[in-house]
Each structure stands twice: as C-alpha cells, then as structure tokens.
C-alpha cells in the first residue's frame, strides 16, 4: 500500500465518497471506493480518514489558499492497496511506517548504523549487525529495569540517546581503599536510585537448569 497522491480529481472522489463514523482509528470518519487515475491501467482500491478541524482553524485558514488535500472543513489522508482487510486495519498498518521509520533514524543517528565503513559488503554487513545488537541490547536493558507491575508492551520506547544521558554518560570517581573498589556518584544524578536497581538486577542473572532464572517477575521473554 502507498499514500495517495494530492490531486483534484482524488479530492473530487473524497468529496462525493460514502463516509462513515471511524471508531477504531484517531479519525472522524472513513470510507473506501475504487477508482482509476490519469494513467493508471485499471481502478485499485482506495481507502481514506478524515478529521474535522476545529472552528478556530477554520476560521484562521479562511483567509489562506487551502491545500489541496483539504476542504474547510477536513482534512483528509488516502491510501491506495491491493489489501483486502478492513480499513481500521489497513490505516494501522500504514501507520507502522511512520514507527519504522523512526526506528530506523535512531538506528542510523545513535547506533551509528549509517557510518559505513568500509566499501566491501561483508565488512559493511558485520557493522550493521553488531550496530543492530546494541540497539537492541538497549531495548532489552530498558525493558530490563521497568517496575515489576508494569506492562512490557505498553511501555514506551527509550531512545539510544536519553538511555546513555540516564545511565552511560554520567558524573562518577573510582575509588579503592583497603583492598576494594568502588564507585562514588554526584549528588546531582537524579536517577542514582534507578541506575543502583538496574545493576542490583543485572548481578543477579545466574544460569539455572537449561537457562537464567528470572530476576523481576513476571519474567521477560
């Protein structure tokens, strides 16, 4: 599936579509119709959500040359699939992209996934597996040191960047003293608390039978 192009007769077909209420989508409104553009060599199924905007934007707008894609009172998103699936579901999965390519950005800024370096594939392609690894190491760490009553998948992703300001890169002196070594935080490292937990946690990761015995319950899988 992709996103529609912006053009007249489209907005045209919007306009004159059958819409109908949108309660499994962030929409007010949806429909779906089959239509052929300029060029195309058959009509493909179109889906599209619309929002009604607010009186204040409205009102703010009246006096600017309006998009295309909208009217004064929608605006409008569409896509064109070959999917079979209901539209709530179709507009779901077009939403992951946007996900995706967040992912993807986070990847190529913090895990330094865009840095080739070298011009040989497979130098390129062990790069790009340990740059995967850390990602995912940090994924794992977070989920690693969440309260034990919350919801492994309701919780929200923390970035490469805001883990390493949390938990790397922070203000710290190495100490020894009669035959031990210990480390001393600042006093202003607001998440002390938090970082001791997670270390407590990751020192008690022990094998047991065929793997590790859980450390929080419930245990991550």
Not at 44 to 49: D, G, L, Q
Not at 67 to 81: G, I
Not at 207 to 214: K, L, Q, V
Request: with cysteine; net charge positive.
């Amino acid at each position: 599936m992709i996103s529609a192009r912006k053009t007249s007769r489209l907005a045209e077909q919007l306009r004159q579509a059958e819409w109908t209420p949108s309660p499994k989508t962030d929409a007010d409104a949806q429909c779906e119709f089959w239509y052929q553009p300029d060029g195309w060599s058959k009509k493909y199924r179109f889906v599209a959500v619309r929002y009604e905007k607010s009186r204040e934007k409205v009102k703010a707008e009246e006096s600017e040359q309006y998009q295309l894609f909208e009217t004064s009172q929608y605006k409008y998103r569409a896509f064109v699939t070959s999917m079979a699936e209901p539209i709530h579901f179709v507009v779901w999965f077009y939403n992951q992209r946007g996900g995706a390519e967040n992912l993807i950005k986070e990847a190529n800024n913090d895990a330094g996934l865009a840095a080739h370096p070298s011009g040989r594939f497979d130098v390129n392609r062990n790069h790009f597996q340990l740059a995967m690894l850390a990602y995912n190491l940090n994924c794992w760490l977070m989920l690693f040191n969440r309260e034990p009553q919350d919801d492994a998948t309701q919780l929200r992703h923390t970035t490469l960047a805001t883990a390493r300001l949390r938990f790397l890169f922070i203000a710290a002196k190495i100490w020894r003293h009669a035959g031990r070594t210990g480390v001393s935080y600042s006093d202003h490292y607001e998440e002390q608390g938090l970082f001791q937990r997670l270390m407590d946690r990751l020192r008690r990761i022990v094998p047991g039978g065929s793997g590790y015995a859980p450390v929080l319950q419930p245990a991550l899988r």
